[in-house]
């Protein structure tokens, strides 16, 4: 089990996913905007599904919800990415707290703290190229594009931590 330790920045708490953060994660996986390059809104009948797997999989991975002052406001993962290897980070945030640098600093600190505290030589991210934001937040964090794949029916890039 990787742990989950509660993190806070000058305008954000980060601490491990509950049972009572449904409200949020609904709210994330049904927004249009949020899930534009994610395979678009969950459906209704789905949520459910999707929750309980989340649920089962922060119980071994680190899973934040992001607080501002006390709002939930984003969601932050690391997971085993598909490759098999490396640690596959993932973030989504509530559009109203888009472009304040809020994803910025929420990612730093769970990239910065995972490096140091984990014997891990990298971090990974993998985002559609269209998603021109997510590819801005990724070389804001100093990551770099190491590969491109087919996946999802999109052409997906795979970023990296610099060793
Ligand atoms: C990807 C995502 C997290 C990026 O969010 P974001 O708010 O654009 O990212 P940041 O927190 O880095 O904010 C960046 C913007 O805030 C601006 N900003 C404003 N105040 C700032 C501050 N104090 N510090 C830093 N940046 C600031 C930056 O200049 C930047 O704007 P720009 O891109 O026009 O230069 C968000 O679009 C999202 O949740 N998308 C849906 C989910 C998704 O696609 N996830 C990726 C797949 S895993």
């Known amino acids: 089990m990787m742990p989950c330790p509660t993190l806070t920045t000058n305008r954000l708490t980060l601490r491990p996913l509950q049972q009572d953060d449904n409200a949020n994660l609904r709210g994330l996986l049904s927004d249009p905007n949020v899930r534009r390059y994610l395979g678009g809104p969950v459906p209704d009948d789905a949520i459910s599904v999707q929750l309980s797997n ?20 984003g969601l932050i993962s690391l997971t085993p990415h598909k490759d098999g290897t490396d640690i596959e980070l993932s973030y989504q945030f509530l559009p109203d707290f888009w472009g304040r640098g809020l994803a910025y600093e929420a990612t730093r600190a769970v990239v910065d ?12 991210a993998e985002t559609q190229i269209a998603n021109t934001t997510s590819l801005a937040l990724l070389t804001r964090l100093g990551m770099v594009e190491i590969n491109r794949v087919a996946r999802f029916g999109a052409m997906q890039a795979i970023y990296a931590t610099k060793a």
Do not use: E, F, G, K
């Not at 649920?55 to 501002?68: E, G, I, Q, R």
């Open 113 to 124: 703290d995972a490096l140091a505290r984990w014997t891990l030589s990298r971090i990974i």
């Open 54 to 73: 989340m649920h089962d999989d922060a119980l071994a991975y680190p899973y934040w919800t992001v607080l501002d002052q006390t709002n939930p406001i």
